[in-house]
């Protein structure tokens, strides 16, 4: 148990902090890291961790990738009240077709540094999530994560990718971690060729409606970036501005004037950190409104040197505030083209938020999005509108 323990943290220390990481079994530090992991794995002594992991089935991604993943609940006794920086989930994937060989990917489980006063820590929960892209195929799943105590909490299943009529971009029995095939960034544009800006809102909101929300779930921050990625890698644009907003708290949580592929590091880094627990009484008491609030980031940008031939939102329509009265008309006037990907689930009405009304108001198109393939069209459709 102690060589396993110590390999795992001391290997862990090198990690970035919210980042994943896949490790190359070749390397020297991947080496370490397969021995370590298979000593933790199979120590009988290693002492143990409650927890509740959930997984979920392989889906088609809006990247058009196959994504699955899984959530860990361990109640926040575990810890006494304390920090664990060194906590660390690392687990192993197996393709069990062909000759590809197993993945090991490290993520971090962060134990707050501070408990609320008082709190029952039999009653509050540590939630966490992550996931990977797999290709079609059959594999297998072997997770553990690790304290500096040396306890873990660990569990194994199989899972079958197996999409009909469909094209994903990773190769069968492959496995990439999150973030390998981030988009890359724009290309250099060609001598004389057009240019093209866009502004890009993205709603950090949860996408499909559930009665408790304190953060971005994994399957949320998912949809949402693989959309961006999407909507980067696919649209006409050759440079772009990307804002993040919460509407519920009427506040900027990221803006990248000239993003690139560090800024989608970045942003992914930033959603992971997205607190959705609480709201400030002087924001429901004073505002602003949704509509003076969406207004104002809309006059902000207009005022940027670089200007937009686009606006475009991405974002749920079931959480993006009411409905809204018709935007100030000179501020219309002055907008781009204007577009909302919208997330739409059946049982909600699609013009009655806040998003929608604006996007509606200033003579733009609403995409309402169902499935993978209606992010395809409402980009086919945004092309043909530029």
């Known amino acids: 148990m102690f060589h396993g323990r110590i390999g795992l943290i001391v290997l862990w220390a090198a990690v970035p902090l919210l980042a994943q990481l896949e490790l190359d079994p070749a390397s020297e530090q991947g080496r370490k890291a397969v021995v370590a992991f298979d000593s933790f794995w199979k120590d009988p002594q290693a002492g143990k961790l409650a927890c509740t992991i959930t997984h979920f089935n392989p889906s088609l991604d809006y990247g058009l990738r196959i994504w699955t993943g899984f959530q860990v609940a361990i109640p926040a006794a575990e810890f006494d009240g304390t920090a664990d920086r060194a906590s660390a989930i690392v687990f192993r994937v197996t393709p069990l077709q062909g000759k590809a060989q197993p993945a090991y990917l490290w993520l971090p489980f962060e134990v707050p540094a501070k408990f609320p006063e008082g709190a029952n820590l039999k009653k509050v929960e540590l939630r966490m999530g992550g996931g990977f892209y797999v290709g079609q195929g059959k594999y297998s799943v072997e997770w553990l994560l690790a304290d500096s105590k040396g306890r873990r909490c660990k569990a194994s299943w199989k899972l079958t990718a197996n999409l009909k009529d469909v094209s994903p971009t990773v190769p069968q029995g492959t496995v990439r971690a999150l973030g390998n095939e981030i988009w890359p960034g724009f290309p250099a544009p060609a001598p004389g060729a057009k240019q093209s800006h866009a502004t890009i809102f993205l709603h950090a909101a949860p996408v499909w409606p559930r009665r408790v929300v304190t953060k971005l779930s994994p399957w949320d921050r998912q ?57 400030d009484m002087a924001t429901l008491k004073n505002g602003p409104s949704p509509k003076d609030f969406l207004e104002d980031m809309l006059r902000k940008e207009l005022k940027e040197p670089r200007q937009s031939d686009a606006f475009v939102f991405i974002g749920p329509t079931w959480r993006a505030g009411p409905k809204l009265p018709p935007i100030d008309p000179a501020l219309r006037e002055s907008l781009p083209r204007t577009w909302f990907l919208a997330f739409t689930p059946p049982a909600y009405p699609s013009d009655g938020d806040s998003v929608t009304s604006l996007v509606k108001s200033a003579r733009g198109k609403v995409v309402p999005i169902y499935r993978p393939s209606d992010l395809a069209d409402g980009i086919r459709s945004l092309n043909a509108r530029q």
């Not at 890698?233 to 993003?259: C, G, K």
């Open 223 to 279: 949809i949402l970036l693989s959309s961006l990625n999407s909507l980067l890698r696919d649209a006409n644009f050759t440079s772009a501005s990307v804002v993040v907003f919460d509407l519920q708290r009427r506040s900027i949580i990221y803006r990248e004037a000239s993003f690139d592929r560090r800024g989608m590091r970045r942003l992914i880094r930033q959603l992971a950190a997205v607190d959705l627990s609480t709201i």
